[in-house]
Nanobody
Framework: QLRLVESGGGLVQPGGSLRLSCTAS????????VAWFRQAPGKEREAVAC????????IYGGSVQAHVAISSDPAEDTVYLQMSDLKPEETGIYYCAAVSRPYCSADDYDYETWGQGTQVTVSS
C-alpha cells in the first residue's frame, strides 16, 4: 500500500526559504504523478506544483511561480518542493498527493493517496 510522508515544514521569516520533502513507500509502479497542495487557514486546498515520473512539471498559481520549484529523486522515492521568498499568505499545511499514472492535475480529486501534511508558518 502506497504511503506518503511529508517533512521539512516549520517557522520561517518572510523572505526566507524552505525545502519540503515527500517520501513514498509501497509504490506498485514506477509511473506516477506527485503534487504539492497548500491549505491556508480558513481556505480551500489549492495546488502548488506537480511532477510526473516522466519528468514533466507544472507550477500552479501565478503569484508563486517565480519562487517555487519541484524536483524528484527516484533513488530516494522522494519529491521536493523548494520555496523561496516566502510570504505570510503562504502559511498553511502543505500536503503531497500521488496518482498511479504519469499525470499532473490541479484538482485534488484526481489524486489517490495523500500524506498527513506538514505545517509551514511564515511570520516575523
Amino acid at each position: 500500500q502506497l504511503r506518503l510522508v511529508e517533512s521539512g515544514g516549520g517557522l520561517v521569516q518572510p523572505g526566507g526559504s524552505l525545502r519540503l520533502s515527500c517520501t513514498a513507500s509501497g509504490f506498485a509502479s514506477n509511473r506516477y504523478g506527485v503534487a504539492w497542495f497548500r491549505q491556508a487557514p480558513g481556505k480551500e486546498r489549492e495546488a502548488v506544483a506537480c511532477i510526473t515520473s516522466g519528468g514533466s512539471r507544472a507550477i500552479y498559481g501565478g503569484s508563486v511561480q517565480a519562487h517555487v520549484a519541484i524536483s524528484s529523486d527516484p533513488a530516494e522515492d522522494t519529491v521536493y518542493l523548494q520555496m523561496s521568498d516566502l510570504k505570510p499568505e503562504e502559511t498553511g499545511i502543505y500536503y503531497c498527493a500521488a496518482v498511479s499514472r504519469p499525470y499532473c492535475s490541479a484538482d485534488d480529486y484526481d489524486y489517490e493517496t495523500w500524506g498527513q501534511g506538514t505545517q509551514v508558518t511564515v511570520s516575523s
